[in-house]
């Protein structure tokens, strides 16, 4: 048997190409990795009665479930077509014993140019979804996107902008604070800072921003092979209180997604091990 790894988990994502979830699961095992993130797609692809298996049968803690989100939209009827998804995705969650549900919350409705009122559907959708994921013990977290992706993908692109969303929600909304998104912030530390101190850290995910980025979407970097300092965000996150999983989550279509999957977690577990520890 491999010795754990206490810690990582795995964005299932990073390894959608290669493996169903069952069989990305079984290799987290395998690898020492004991802790899991699936999409929604990659649960329905076994059915959900299957993937709650999968997670009892392994006795994996899941760390989130990706994604809810995406309330922005241009008629009252899909907006809530947004809510009721929303609720599904909560239900989800809740059947996988999940961290929480992650939040992309969406940009701008097609034909639109007011981002403002795309924040405003984004606060509404939170609100209207919030007592459902509280009867259903389900946490959500706001995952700020990198600015990239404002318009099509998340109008919250800071952390600071996603704590003060929160803020504006209610005290059991948090964040989900992922490296690849957020390194380049001002005043970052004093931002994680304030996550941790009002108890909003649902979930922290990691990769690099490789230089250059090739794909706005599909070219986020393994650990180590970028510039961001990831021992220095340890060290913030650490000092704000949080000592939960760190997700790899890697979107990599010339790349990890291309390459044997073993291969892709060993990797991981040697890049965590040796990049991503404590800095004393
Ligand atoms: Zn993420």
Not at 240 to 250: D, L, T
């Amino acid at each position: 048997m491999v010795a754990p790894v206490p810690g990582l988990s795995i964005n299932l994502a990073t390894v959608r190409q290669q493996w169903n979830m069952r069989e990305a699961a079984e290799a987290c095992v395998r690898h020492g990795i004991h802790a899991i993130s699936p999409w929604r797609d990659q649960v329905a692809a076994i059915g959900l009665d299957e993937a709650v298996r999968v997670v009892r049968d392994l006795n994996l803690q899941v760390t989130g479930l990706c994604r809810g989100g995406m309330f922005p939209a241009a008629t009252a009827e899909l907006r809530q077509a947004a809510i009721d998804e929303n609720r599904r995705a909560i239900d989800e969650a809740a059947a996988l014993k999940a961290d929480c549900l992650v939040l992309v919350v969406g940009g701008l409705p097609g034909g639109t140019r007011d981002i403002e009122a795309a924040r405003s559907m984004v606060r509404d959708g939170i609100s209207t979804v919030l007592p459902h994921a509280r009867a259903q013990g389900v946490k959500l977290a706001i995952e700020p996107l990198h600015p990239m992706y404002a318009a099509d993908r998340s109008c919250v692109n800071t952390l600071a902008q996603a704590l003060d969303m929160a803020g504006e929600i209610a005290p059991d909304v948090g964040v989900a604070i992922d490296t690849y998104h957020v390194w380049w912030e001002p005043n970052l530390a004093a931002s994680i800072a304030r996550a941790g101190r009002d108890g909003r850290i649902f979930a922290h995910h990691i990769c690099d921003w490789l230089v250059p980025t090739k794909d706005l979407l599909l070219d986020r970097g393994m650990m180590g092979d970028g510039v961001i300092d990831l021992s220095g965000f340890r060290a913030m996150i650490e000092a704000a209180g949080y000592f939960g999983s760190h997700e790899v989550e890697i979107f990599s279509a010339q790349d990890w997604w291309t390459r044997d999957g073993d291969e892709v977690l060993r990797v991981c577990v040697e890049r965590y091990q040796s990049l991503c520890a404590a800095r004393v």
